[in-house]
Nanobody
Framework: QVQLVESGGGLVQAGGSLRLSCAAS????????MAWYRRAPGKERELVAV???????NYPDSVKGRFTISRDNAKMTVYLQMNSLKPEDTAVYYC?????????WGQGTQVTVSS
């Protein structure tokens, strides 16, 4: 079983920055993919960033150039550095880990960007 614990959310003004962290524990293989998703009120869940255990990262156009995902495999922690935040980035952000056929989710952390 895998546990994911997010932290780092909060309230920030437009143009500001936040860094989210997600610590993973439990039965985790060396080959895994970690990601951040978000769900804004009234919207579908959206992939924000993904990173493989080898460090390959990818982003949708909506956050490319503003968000950076990174990971520390020794600490089994993934980070999301969010810069130039916009009000439309307001959402609950969820950490996700995929390994083999299993997917695990964190409880989510609220990010609110005021205009």
């Amino acid at each position: 079983q895998v546990q994911l614990v997010e932290s780092g959310g909060g309230l920030v003004q437009a143009g500001g920055s936040l860094r989210l962290s997600c610590a993973a524990s439990g039965s985790i293989s060396s080959a895994n993919v970690m990601a951040w998703y978000r769900r804004a009120p009234g919207k579908e869940r959206e992939l924000v960033a993904v990173i493989t255990s080898g460090g390959y990262a990818n982003y949708p156009d909506s956050v490319k150039g503003r968000f950076t995902i990174s990971r520390d495999n020794a600490k089994m922690t993934v980070y999301l550095q969010m810069n130039s935040l916009k009000p439309e980035d307001t959402a609950v952000y969820y950490c996700n880990l995929r390994q083999g056929l299993t997917t695990s989710w964190g409880q989510g952390t609220q990010v609110t960007v005021s205009s």
